[in-house]
C-alpha cells in the first residue's frame, strides 16, 4: 500500500480462544499501577 | 448514532488510525487521514468533489481503494466483537491476591488512600497463621489456575518483613503440593530496606514497586515521616541500591503526581537521571475536595504534558530502549486478549485484596469500606451479590465504555476510581478515562515513531 503503513494487523479478533480466556496473565493492577487500570500493555501467556 | 469503529489521531508527527473492534492500528498519509472522515457517511463522487483539487483525482481514488482493501480485510471498519456467550470466570476462580500484611506505616504521606497506613481501622499486624490461611485460600480458589499472584502490600509491608518472608517459604511448599506457582511482589515505601531485606526480595520477588515521587521537593511535599520531615533522603539511596541489585529482574519505581507537580515529566526524568528504567507516575487518586486533587481545571495541562513527555520519551528510547514509562507501554502484538480486554482488571472476582484480619475486599482500594466486606477468608466469599456486581462491570455493560474507541485498552477503567467519583461502579471516572485515552495515544504514537 502506498498511503497506508499497517503497524499491526487484525489482533482482538484472532485473540479469541472461546469466550472465556485461560486467565493465566498477571493481574493488572499486580505489576505496578495500584490505582489505575491499563490492560492493554500487558502480555499474553499464551502464545 | 452508531458507535465509532474507528479512532484518528495526529501526534509526534503521525496520523494514526486505530481500528476499534480488530485492534489493528495504522500510520497513514495525510490524503487518508482526511478522506477517512468521510468514507463511511459519503459517495466516491462526493469525496472527490471535495479532495481533487488538494490531492489530485488519482491519489484519491487510490487511497479510497486501499481503504475499502483494508475493511474488506478486516482491518478497518471490522464489525463489532461478538461476544454473546461471554462468560467471564463461572468457575469463580481467584487467581491474585493483595495480601496487607501490615495496616500499619513509618511514613505519614499527605494524599495516602490507606489513611496513613490504618485504612480507616487500627493498626494491625498480620499474623503468620493468617497469611497462610490467606495462601491456603487462594490455592483452594485457584482451580486450575497455574500462576498465582500474592502482592505483600500495606500499609508499609516490611514492618512485618518476618512473615513475609515465612510466608514465601510457606508458598513454596504449598506449590509443590499443588502443582501451583507463586509470583510474590511487593509494594514499599524503602524506609525499613537494608542489605538483608534486599537481598531476601531480589531472591524471592518478581516485581519490587518502590513508592517515591520524583524530584525531591515534591516528594518531601507529601511523603513525610512520622515527624513531618521529607523522606526522600532516607529512600533514595535505598532504592537506587534495589534497583542495582534487581540487573534484569522486574522493578518499577512508582509515583503520585498531584496539582501540584502537572509538570510530572520532570519527576519522571528525575527518576530516569537517578539511573531508574522502569518508571510509573500516577495521577492522585483522593475526594475532588482535597487541595492537593486533580480536577476538571487541570486537565488540559495534565493532558498537554503526557504528549509533551512523548515527545521526550521517543527520542530517549531511541538511544536507551531499556526505559519504560508504564503508562506509556503498550503490547500490540502479544497483547492481552479480547476477554481480558473486555472484563478488565479482575477485582472482585479474580482478584482480591485480604486485610491483616483476614477480611476479604474486591481490592485494596476497598478495604476497610464495611460495605465492600466480601467475605474472610476463613469462611469465604460470602457477599455473593457484590461479586457478581463486579464481575458484570465490564466494557459491554457500562454505557459510557460501550461508546469509547479506547475501551479494549483500558478495559473499563479502575473500579475504584469509578465508585470514588461516582459512587458508582458503571460510571467509569471522567478525569481517568480523558488521561488513560491520551495516555493510549501517546503509547501508539511513540510506537509509530520508534519503527521508523
Request: charged content about 30%; overall charge neutral.
Amino acid at each position: 500500500m502506498k498511503y497506508i503503513k499497517t503497524l499491526v494487523g487484525n489482533t482482538l479478533e484472532k485473540s479469541k480462544l472461546g469466550n472465556q480466556g485461560c486467565g493465566e496473565c498477571q493481574t493488572s493492577c499486580q505489576s505496578a499501577c495500584k490505582t489505575s487500570c491499563t490492560v492493554g500493555n500487558q502480555k499474553c501467556e499464551n502464545k | 448514532m452508531g458507535k465509532k469503529r474507528i479512532h484518528k489521531f495526529y501526534m509526534n508527527n503521525k496520523y494514526i488510525v486505530l481500528d476499534v473492534n480488530s485492534g489493528s492500528v495504522h500510520v497513514v498519509d495525510k490524503i487518508v487521514y482526511d478522506i477517512l472522515e468521510y468514507y463511511e457517511t459519503e459517495t466516491l463522487d462526493y469525496i472527490l468533489s471535495k479532495f481533487t483539487s488538494e490531492y489530485g483525482k488519482k491519489a484519491v481514488i487510490d487511497v479510497y481503494e486501499e481503504i475499502t482493501k483494508l475493511k474488506e480485510q478486516g482491518l478497518l471498519y471490522a464489525p463489532e466483537q461478538n461476544l454473546v456467550g461471554l462468560s467471564y470466570n463461572k468457575d469463580n476462580v481467584v487467581k491474585a491476591l493483595c495480601l496487607h500484611v501490615a495496616h500499619d506505616c513509618n511514613l505519614k504521606c499527605d494524599y495516602c488512600f490507606a489513611a496513613q497506613g490504618n485504612f480507616k481501622g487500627d493498626r494491625s499486624l498480620m499474623s503468620l497463621e493468617t497469611g497462610k490461611r490467606a495462601l491456603e485460600f487462594l490455592v483452594e480458589n485457584s482451580g486450575n489456575r497455574r500462576n498465582l499472584e500474592v502482592d505483600f502490600f500495606g500499609g508499609e509491608p516490611l514492618m512485618n518483613f518476618q512473615v513475609v518472608k515465612d510466608l514465601v517459604e510457606y508458598g513454596r511448599d504449598l506449590e509443590k503440593k499443588y502443582n501451583k506457582r507463586f509470583r510474590f511482589t511487593i509494594t514499599t515505601n524503602g524506609v525499613l530496606l537494608d542489605e538483608d531485606k534486599m537481598d531476601f526480595i531480589n531472591e524471592n520477588m518478581e516485581n519490587i514497586v518502590m513508592s517515591i515521587d520524583g524530584r525531591k521537593e515534591i516528594n518531601d511535599n507529601m511523603r513525610k515521616t512520622i515527624t513531618g520531615k521529607g523522606s526522600y533522603d532516607i529512600i533514595l539511596p535505598k532504592f537506587k541500591a534495589m534497583a542495582e541489585k534487581r540487573k534484569d529482574k522486574d522493578y518499577y519505581i512508582r509515583g503520585t503526581f498531584t496539582n501540584r507537580n502537572i509538570d510530572f515529566s520532570k519527576d519522571i526524568m528525575d527518576f530516569y537521571e537517578n539511573g531508574f528504567k522502569s518508571v510509573s507516575v500516577e495521577p492522585v487518586v483522593t475526594s475532588e475536595k482535597e487541595e492537593y486533587a486533580l480536577r476538571e481545571e487541570h486537565l488540559n495541562r495534565v493532558l498537554e504534558e503526557y504528549e509533551k513527555f512523548s515527545r521526550e520519551y521517543i527520542n530517549i528510547k531511541k538511544r536507551d530502549k531499556d526505559f519504560n514509562f508504564f503508562h506509556f507501554m503498550i503490547d500490540l502484538t502479544q497483547g492481552p486478549c479480547i476477554i481480558k480486554r473486555t472484563v478488565g482488571c479482575g477485582a472482585g472476582s479474580e482478584y482480591l485484596a485480604i486485610t491483616p484480619e483476614g477480611d476479604l475486599y474486591p481490592c485494596h482500594q476497598f478495604v476497610g469500606e464495611k460495605e465492600f466486606n466480601l467475605g474472610n477468608i476463613f469462611e469465604g466469599i460470602k457477599n455473593n451479590t457484590l461479586r457478581k456486581e463486579f464481575k458484570e462491570a465490564n466494557i459491554f455493560n457500562k454505557e459510557e465504555c460501550n461508546q469509547c474507541w479506547a475501551r479494549y485498552y483500558c478495559s473499563g477503567g479502575c473500579h475504584a476510581n469509578a465508585y470514588y467519583s461516582n459512587s458508582d461502579l458503571m460510571k467509569p471516572y471522567k478525569l481517568g478515562c480523558e488521561m488513560e485515552k491520551k495516555r493510549i495515544e501517546c503509547a501508539i504514537s511513540i510506537l509509530a515513531n520508534l519503527g521508523d
